[in-house]
Nanobody, 115 residues
């Protein structure tokens, strides 16, 4: 299993970014996918969840209405569209999934929201 995140960077408050997570090594369409983030000095937190079929999502209260998780099963990729970004969104963002009790993580991508 390999998960590779991309799309992070420096953005001003109020701006947008779209993160991507390219997956390989498993049947992508069969599994739900998650995005987490970890800010300096804080615990890693769950940001967004998406079912395998893409029909059900769930978000942390702090990002509801601003972030959207989606997937393209043809491209084996999950996305996180982040709008109206705030300085408190600054963190390393990770994609994640569980397969038969094992947990897998990407290497993360840094998002910095600052003027």
């Amino acid at each position: 299993v390999q998960l590779v995140e991309s799309g992070g960077g420096l953005v001003q408050p109020g701006g947008s970014l779209r993160l991507s997570c390219a997956a390989s090594g498993f049947t992508f369409s069969n599994y739900g996918m998650n995005w987490y983030r970890q800010a300096p000095g804080k615990v890693r937190e769950l940001v967004a969840v998406l079912t395998s079929a893409g029909g059900s999502t769930n978000y942390a209260d702090s990002v509801k209405g601003r972030f959207t998780i989606s997937r393209d099963n043809a491209k084996n990729t999950v996305y996180l569209q982040m709008n109206s970004l705030k300085p408190e969104d600054t963190a390393v963002y990770y994609c994640n999934l569980y397969i038969r009790g094992s947990e897998y993580w990407g290497q993360g991508t840094q998002v910095t929201v600052s003027s």
